[in-house]
């Protein structure tokens, strides 16, 4: 059985809920897990009522999971409900991602087991989680007789899966602006990356895991490897702009090389960092390659010739390439890129580090790029 939503419980608290008949949530005061009791909690005395045990968290995606357990039979039958109290683990008296008016105590009319938890609300991607149970019964008085807390359970919520990043790339098709062409892509760094790839890595520029900059609940942070590289030009020259935040040396290499009919092409995020600008972030991985393996279980794949973002095309028997003009695209591509490839150049401009998106964090409350699940 699934939970109904909790925004739902909260504006119609009273309601019988015909919809989904066996099981409600509402917002009420419960005792902790030493037992106190807040002095308006409607909790009456502890009675000898079954003990969750044996708990179990599956199906766990960003904002929802099964839970189930075990209970001994006897006073079975008075079991008119369940307490479920849920903490994000690095902080349990509090939880920055949920809204201030939402409790982390939820109570569940008593319905077969397993069932769903399901709420954006005060559930977040990626995130660790500590649950415990107790089982109770309502008396006529409206009162509850209550059980001892279970043991508590820890288990970690899920990334975006496919169907999320479908609705991000939904979002980011609305605001990507016509096509630009252009002909190479580039990655800045210090003179010391380049030679340090030089003399460690034989000239060769190897990937690197992603960092956690954007959604909190991308696939890709923290677990793809590649080689992040850039593809903007500027509106009057078509050229790459000299300025950069990420260094003063350059390398350039021309778009066939990286983006071609062997390539595959992915979607990966969509974020802004409470700026009035936004990023989309792309993979392009070698067909058959192992990030071509791990995008394609975890990435909506994009039509590398109809698309809003980046397009090969051919005209006259030559690969031509065009980018949105109104995202910031930053493009990852999955496999070693020798420097022989491409040439290095220091650039003329200035090193802009406010445009770094290192570590970055997607603003939660933009409407443009986030989804109704946890960010």
């Known amino acids: 059985m699934e939970v109904p939503r909790l925004d739902h419980a909260l504006s ?8 989904i008949k066996n099981l409600s949530l509402e917002a009420i005061q419960l005792c902790d897990r030493d037992g106190n009791k807040s002095q308006d909690s409607g909790i009456a005395e502890m009675e000898e009522l079954p003990v969750p045990h044996n708990i179990k968290i599956n199906n766990i995606t960003c904002d929802s999971f099964k839970i189930s357990w ?3 039979s006897k006073s079975k039958d008075r079991i008119t409900h369940y307490f479920i109290d849920l903490n994000k683990k690095e902080n349990k008296n509090s939880n920055k991602f949920k809204h201030k008016d939402v409790p982390t105590k939820l109570v569940a009319k008593a319905v077969p087991l397993p069932m ?60 990507a602006g016509r096509m630009l062409k252009f002909s190479v ?37 923290g677990k ?3 080689i992040f590289f850039s593809c903007s030009t500027e509106f009057n020259t078509g050229k790459p702009p000299q300025d950069s935040p990420y260094g003063r040396y350059r ?40 990030g071509d393996e791990f995008c394609k279980q975890r990435l909506p794949q994009l039509n590398s010739k109809d698309n809003k973002f980046l397009t090969c095309t051919e005209e006259d028997g030559v690969l031509v390439y065009h980018h949105a003009q109104d995202v ?14 491409g040439t290095v150049a220091e650039i003329t401009g200035h090193q802009l580090m406010s445009l770094s998106t290192a570590n970055a964090k997607k603003d939660p409350s933009c409407k443009t790029c986030n989804i109704s699940v946890g960010r």
Not at 12 to 19: D, G, N, T, W
Not at 328 to 341: A, H, Q, W
Request: hydrophobic share 35%; proline share 6%; with cysteine.
């Open 224 to 226: 793809l490897e590649g």
């Open 251 to 290: 390398f350039e290499i021309a778009a066939e090389k990286l983006f071609n009919p062997n390539t595959n092409l992915y979607f990966g995020d969509f974020y802004c960092m409470y700026t009035a600008y936004h990023y989309v972030i792309l993979v392009i991985a070698p067909v058959g390659s192992p």
């Open 328 to 341: 910031i695209l930053e493009v990852i591509y999955t496999d070693p890129v020798p420097l022989s490839l």
């Open 116 to 175: 769903t938890v399901r709420g954006h609300w005060f559930l977040s991607p990626r995130t660790e989680y500590t649950v415990a149970v107790q089982t109770a019964s309502k008396q006529v008085d409206g009162d509850y007789v209550v059980s001892e807390w279970s043991e508590i359970i820890e288990f970690c919520t899920a990334d975006y899966s496919k169907v999320h990043l479908t609705q991000l790339l939904e979002k980011a098709d609305v605001i």
């Open 70 to 72: 075990d209970m001994d």
């Open 12 to 19: 119609s608290p009273s309601s019988p809920c015909e919809e």
């Open 185 to 221: 892509f580039y990655r800045n760094q210090h003179k010391e990356y380049f030679d340090y790839v030089r003399e460690h890595h034989g000239n060769a520029m190897q990937p690197s895991i992603k960092d956690n900059s954007g959604s909190h609940g991308s696939p890709i942070s």
